[in-house]
């Protein structure tokens, strides 16, 4: 064992007072670069650290300044222990896959020179020992934790367990990433009969110690030994004894009982764990210290860590790392305090010091919502000296880590010590900010700054949000209803209506409207178009509902299981809550809560900008929004497209910077009213003769349509589908719209009937639909192609600007239904062309969606002039798996690890993935220069654009509102793939 140099500094106020060890920043990344295992001093991708590799961190410090370390110099094996202290540490922020994020970041504080007080970190490679040996330690670990453990009794002088001056320490849990669910801190540990009346005299504040002893007891029995509140309706046994407690002494503060009272507490809480569990509160600090390092290891398997690691896709073989650390007190006396902080605004981004502290209060008390804290600005009243340090601390940090942090520290007797620091979770807004500003402050470049904002994030600067302090309001009054899939982002509040007849008919009296479903289909399209929001019951996030909100720019809360929704009652229940249709309801997409009641929302900085034309306010996000997007311009190399089949839609997606429409889906605009009832006219045509008229009164209908979508995009391009649905979803299925059909047309019920019945099919999704429509009867691809030229002509004519058409030929298998409908196509073409003696560019091409289509591209690419890959369909077909079906078992699949994502949301690589690069290098190899991109809702995934760049696409397109989210989101590409 190396004798420790610094065990003469052995007060913590000598080891405070010292500078940085010298030459702790080149030790730092002198460390760091041997971590990574290379030997030149350019920078190189940092390799995940390792066990081994901390060993090696270690060798490469230099001796003598070093931080002793619990171990020889000598290697035995993989380090499991690691120290830090105010001399330095072993470890450093790289090490976070070692050390866990809090050991990590700790270490890197302490080679800071930063006052950090001593402890150590027991390494996640003992948490994997643990799992893979029965639960048993490695064996030399408790050696070499009682040699960090004497380490930290030299540096702070004092001994662990000495009841005249015992060292007391908190025991910390840490995993790479921050992870709710793991084992909570305890503080104080090492309080007993004994050592609590050497810690009175000591500090000579004997409320202080008994008050500690309480605390330690209590979150001991919570943690450590489970003791919890029996039930949800019960309270917890100690939070219950200590309020009696207040009350029969007459007390509001707890800060208010006396050293006494609180000595009459421990007794109690210690005869609860007595009575709770048949044991004795453990008193030998070395079997407590044991017991909450076992207990952090045990919680790394409990249900809670489990569920989250599920959800976040965290692989339970990361295990996790615990940090003992020495305590400081932030509960000595007025000159006391704890606080958590940011060093910029989290909400806003605003560059502002922002948090809460308490004086006279211990690292629980701030979040414990006991005392209200109060902002952080004011501590400068309160501790001058630890606010000045605390501010150059905080400013150092955030220049070393170059990003906003988060941290928590405490203050003992006026003097600041550091308990925690990381990268500070954010909403999107502040993510944006920081990453422009800080690039204005010349901290990160450009490229780190795309890099570090989620793209998804920028959801919630596109939609509007409920006014705070309603919201605020509402939570308190609990009048949240239920959580469930945030399925399209913002904020809508609006009476229910339950039917979309009922949410056209109160839209049209001016009412907001919410429409309720148990799930949505194709006929619900007016309704949701209507509402500004849209809740259902049953279906995921690429649920009908889901897609089509976001493609249409709505809030949507999918999913809410919780939900009864009776049709006939027209009422939704939900706890003992029952709405009724016209009441006032509220969801926020964004986080996917339901609120019962009004609440009022505004529109978002951005859009009232892009698709309003406000001016930006001084202050507005839109500033920085705009900046950090203009860098995604410029560093991607995808385009980004939208799909939109409306005029208005097609404004918003060119100014959310869409290049073109990569998916007009025609069907849509059938639903419309006054066209709805030529769909269907068309639809009950006996003969080829009655289509043709019915065909002729969709014709100057789509193309006004056509003429307002080219109108909005020209000279973009824009994919425009050929009818895609089976005919029986523009039929209705009830007997009174059946009845009121057969009326309007001036036909016998019967024959709807019949026709309902004869379009009726076992699986509509590979029945008579796509091409095959067009195969079938011609007439419809000739009319849909004569409505597209015609009013591309007119356009071109009107507006000198020509439209670049790409008509899209949907669920091709064989090359030869391609032929058939190519030259429909182009002879109508040619036809429209000469009536109107002017020609507008434009492409035949077809969808990629069925796996023959991507195996025999090559054959196809001599007919098609582009592709574009339908990946909702192409995931269906290629796993078998129907989309509207799959809520019911890809959960379970997700869980079990059998996907690791929802094929529908994220492409799968390996199985779709590799249909489409199939598909993509053989259909260019027969057409040199083939455009090929993606329309299905993959496009609008950052993870699948990444494979979209990959393969080398020309594009990806996506719901108006997601472009944004794409376009960065090809930047990340570009620039990784770039880096790589
Ligand atoms: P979490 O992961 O929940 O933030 P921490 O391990 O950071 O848990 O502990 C929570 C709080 O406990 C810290 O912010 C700090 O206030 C307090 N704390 C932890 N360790 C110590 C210590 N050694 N001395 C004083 N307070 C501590
Ligand atoms: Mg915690
Ligand atoms: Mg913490």
């Given at each position: ?8 500094h ?46 090696r ?15 020889g ?19 450093n ?15 890197e504080?302490?080679?800071?020179g ?13 948490c ?16 070499d ?8 009794e ?23 990433v ?28 004997p ?7 309480r ?21 917890c ?5 200590f ?89 000595l ?29 211990q ?5 414990a ?26 400013q ?19 003097r ?97 409207v ?13 309704g949701?178009?209507?509402?500004s ?27 809410a ?75 991607r ?47 009950l ?29 020209a000279?973009r ?7 895609d ?21 001036n ?18 999704m590979l ?17 849909q ?65 069925l ?16 592709f ?34 929802d ?37 609008g ?40």
């Open positions: 064992m190396s004798k420790s140099p610094q065990s003469k052995a007060k913590k106020s000598s080891t405070t007072k010292m500078p940085a060890p010298k030459g702790s920043r080149a030790r730092t990344a002198a460390a760091r670069r041997a971590s990574t295992g290379a030997s030149s001093t350019t920078k190189v991708k940092r390799a995940p650290a390792t066990a081994k590799a901390g060993t961190a270690k060798l490469g410090t230099p001796r003598g300044s070093s931080a002793t370390t619990a171990r110099a000598k290697s035995r094996g993989p380090q499991y222990v690691y120290s830090f202290g105010p001399r330095g540490a072993d470890g922020r790289d090490m976070k896959d070692v050390l866990g994020g809090k050991g990590a970041n700790l270490a504080m302490c080679s800071l930063l006052p950090v007080p001593p402890g150590f970190t027991i390494s996640t490679a003992v994997a020992h643990y799992y893979e040996n029965e639960r048993r330690y490695p064996e030399r670990l408790q050696k934790v009682e040699a960090a453990l004497a380490r930290v030299r540096e702070v002088g004092k001994r662990f367990g000495d009841a005249s001056d015992p060292l007391l320490v908190s025991v910390r849990s840490g995993a790479r921050s992870m709710p669910g793991m084992m909570d801190t305890v503080l104080n540990l090492g309080l007993n009969d004994a050592t609590v009346e050497g810690l009175a005299r000591v500090s000579g504040n409320r202080f110690a008994w008050d500690a002893y605390r330690f007891v209590n979150m001991y029995a919570d943690v450590v030994l489970g003791l919890k509140a029996k039930s949800e309706s019960h309270l046994p100690f939070r219950d004894a309020d009696q407690k207040k009350k029969a002494r007459g007390v509001r503060e707890d800060t208010d009982l006396t050293a006494q009272d609180l000595r009459d507490l421990v007794d109690e809480y210690k005869r609860v764990v007595r009575e709770r569990t048949g044991k004795p509160f453990p008193s030998d600090p070395r079997e407590q210290l044991w017991g909450a390092i076992g207990a952090v290891f045990r919680s790394w398997q409990n249900e809670r860590a489990i569920a989250y690691r599920a959800m976040n896709h965290i692989p339970a073989s990361w295990g996790t790392a615990v940090s003992v650390c020495a305590m400081v007190f932030g509960n006396g007025p000159d006391s305090g704890t606080g958590v902080a940011f060093t910029r605004d989290p909400s806003t981004g605003e560059k502002r010091f922002y948090g809460e502290y308490l004086m006279n209060a690292g629980e008390d701030v979040v919502g006991i005392r209200t804290p109060h902002p952080i600005s004011t501590l400068a009243d309160n501790a001058p000296a630890a606010w000045k340090e605390l501010n150059r601390t905080v150092l940090l955030e220049r070393h880590y170059r990003d906003m942090q988060d941290i928590e520290f405490t203050i003992e007797r006026g600041l010590w550091m308990l925690q620091c990381r990268n500070g979770k954010r909403t999107g807004f502040a993510a944006v900010k920081i990453a422009v500003d800080l690039v204005r402050e010349k901290r990160i470049t450009r490229e780190e700054a795309l890099l570090r904002v989620d793209p998804t994030s920028l959801d919630q600067l596109l939609q509007p949000v409920f006014v705070p302090e309603e919201l605020a309001a509402a939570r308190k009054d609990g009048r949240l209803l239920t959580r469930a899939l945030n399925a399209g982002p913002g904020a809508a509040s609006g009476r229910i209506a339950f039917s979309p007849t009922e949410a056209v008919a109160r839209r049209e009296k001016g009412e907001n919410v429409l309720v479903r148990i799930e949505t289909s194709p006929d619900d399209i007016l949701m178009k209507a509402a929001g849209i809740l259902t019951a049953r279906g995921g996030m690429t649920s009908h509902a889901a897609l089509v909100a976001r493609q249409m720019g709505k809030v949507c809360v999918a999913g299981g919780e939900l009864e929704i009776d049709y006939a009652q027209r009422t939704l229940s939900v706890g003992s809550w029952t709405l009724s249709e016209g009441d006032w309801i509220s969801i926020d997409g964004s986080s996917g809560e339901v609120y019962a009641g009004k609440l009022g929302t505004q529109s978002s900085d951005v859009c009232a900008v892009l698709l309003e034309g406000a001016k930006p306010g001084v202050d507005s996000i839109y500033r920085e929004y705009h900046e950090l997007l203009s860098w995604a311009d410029d560093a190399t995808l385009r980004v497209r939208a799909n939109a089949d409306q005029p208005d839609q097609c404004r918003n997606a060119v100014a959310f910077g869409a290049e073109g429409v990569g998916l007009c889906r025609t069907e849509h605009m059938f639903f419309a009213p006054g066209k709805i009832e030529a769909v269907r006219e068309m639809i045509a006996e003969t080829t003769q009655e289509r043709v008229l019915a065909l002729k009164k969709l014709l100057p209908l789509q193309r006004a349509d056509f003429e307002g979508i080219f109108k909005a995009m000279p391009p824009v994919t425009i589908r050929s009818l649905p089976p005919l029986h979803e523009f039929l209705p299925h009830d007997e009174p719209s059946i009845w009121a059909i057969a009326r309007d047309l036909v016998l019920p019967e024959r709807v009937h019949a026709k309902v019945e004869a379009l009726r099919e076992q699986n509509p029945g008579l639909r796509g091409c095959r429509l067009g195969i079938v009867y011609p007439e419809i691809t000739i009319m192609a004569r409505a597209i030229f015609e009013a591309a002509c007119n356009v071109a004519r009107d507006t000198k600007k020509k439209p670049m058409l790409e008509i899209m030929i949907p669920l091709v298998g064989t090359r030869r239904e391609l032929d058939l409908q190519a030259d429909v196509v182009r002879n109508v073409a040619e036809e429209v062309f000469a009536e109107a003696k002017i020609r507008v560019p434009f492409l035949v091409g077809t969808m990629i969606e796996p023959r289509a991507a195996l025999t591209a090559g054959e196809i690419a001599k007919t098609a002039e582009f574009s890959f339908g990946t909702n369909d192409l995931t269906q077909t290629t796993f078998g798996i129907s989309r509207d079906d799959g809520g019911k078992f890809l959960p379970h699949y997700i869980e079990q690890e059998i996907h690791a994502d094929p529908f949301a994220t492409l799968d690589r390996d199985g779709v993935g590799r249909l489409m690069r199939i598909a993509t290098e053989e259909g260019r190899a027969s057409r040199p220069g083939l455009k090929v991109g993606i329309c299905g809702e993959h496009g995934d950052p993870r699948s654009i990444t494979f979209c760049d990959e393969l080398g696409m020309d594009y990806v397109s996506c719901s108006p509102f997601r472009v944004p989210l794409a376009r960065l989101a090809a930047a990340q590409a570009a620039l990784r793939s770039r880096r790589s």
